[in-house]
């Protein structure tokens, strides 16, 4: 990992999508014995290839809900139970822009390993994109990624956010996080909701200049060394957050690619590195604005 150097700044969208191409694992990058077993570290989200069987073996109880998000819209979610007696602060799991996955589902499975009550909610529920098993084809949800009303994405992470703290074994407080596309996404809840507890970016493009001037929620931004276009948005958070005195922290870690979290066997061993070090991160923040 090394410190943010600051680069020339472009104006990229706030919400602009992470890529038209599927998530695929290089072919020409090997991996070693050792890397291959610590890609399922229990103590890690699993990668998009140990997913399945990480869904499968978990003990803990996770179910789908339809959340009413307002007088005409809903959103199907998948809520994740930490196994814990005492009440549990919430982390509402923003997908990627290829819709709500089973890796995204493992993410929130992880994050109730760690003791969070995790909502990941499919933000395509009310779109007329066809459904594989229980998630979007990716063509089909990069397109129907594009069509979605920000401002109805935001109302429905407010109701989703407002369900699960309404849930008897929540707490009142929630996180977000969120990832390539949710990551934007994230960073802009950070702007658009007062009452959120704390968000982290995975390598999500900053809001606009506008939009920064109301965070107030502790933001943590982890980001891949080989991301150009995101890292680009970067000095811009950094220029408005800082002077007004918010927490905005970023880490961006060398040689790792865009998507590092889901292909943690990319780019030469640095993906997984990277993974090692993001997790700890991200629970440790929660744990430090939202609580235990």
Request: contains cysteine; charged residues 15%; positive net charge.
């Amino acid at each position: 990992m090394r410190n943010y150097i600051a680069v020339p700044s472009l104006l990229i969208g706030a919400l602009a999508a992470c890529t038209n191409r599927a998530p695929q694992t290089p072919a020409a990058q090997p991996v070693s014995a050792t890397t291959s077993v610590s890609l399922d570290n229990p103590s890690l989200p699993a990668d998009a290839s140990h997913v399945a069987a990480r869904l499968t073996d978990s003990p803990r109880h996770g179910e789908w809900m339809m959340i009413s998000t307002g007088a005409s819209d809903s959103v199907k979610a998948w809520v994740v139970y930490p196994q814990r007696r005492d009440r549990a602060p919430v982390v509402v799991v923003v997908h990627e822009i290829y819709g709500l996955s089973s890796w995204v589902r493992g993410v929130a499975d992880q994050l109730a390993a760690d003791g969070f009550i995790a909502i990941a909610p499919d933000l395509l529920t009310m779109s007329n994109a066809p459904r594989t098993a229980d998630t979007v084809a990716t063509q089909d949800a990069t397109a129907a990624i594009r069509t979605l009303n920000m401002s109805t994405v935001q109302r429905q992470l407010d109701a989703v956010a407002r369900y699960g703290m309404g849930l008897p074994a929540a707490l009142k407080r929630y996180g977000i996080v969120g990832y390539c596309w949710g990551g934007g996404v994230s960073f802009a809840h950070a702007a658009h909701t007062p009452s959120l507890g704390a968000a982290v970016v995975y390598y999500g493009v900053s809001p606009t200049r506008e939009q920064l001037a109301n965070v107030h929620a502790p933001v943590l931004g982890l980001y891949a060394g080989n991301d150009a276009r995101v890292d680009a948005t970067i000095p811009l958070a950094d220029s408005v957050l800082l002077p007004l005195g918010r927490s905005y922290v970023h880490n961006i870690y060398d040689a790792a690619g865009h998507g590092f979290l889901r292909q943690q066997d990319g780019m030469n061993g640095a993906n997984l590195k990277a993974t090692q070090q993001a997790w700890p991160a991200t629970i440790a923040w929660f744990r430090k604005y939202l609580g235990s």
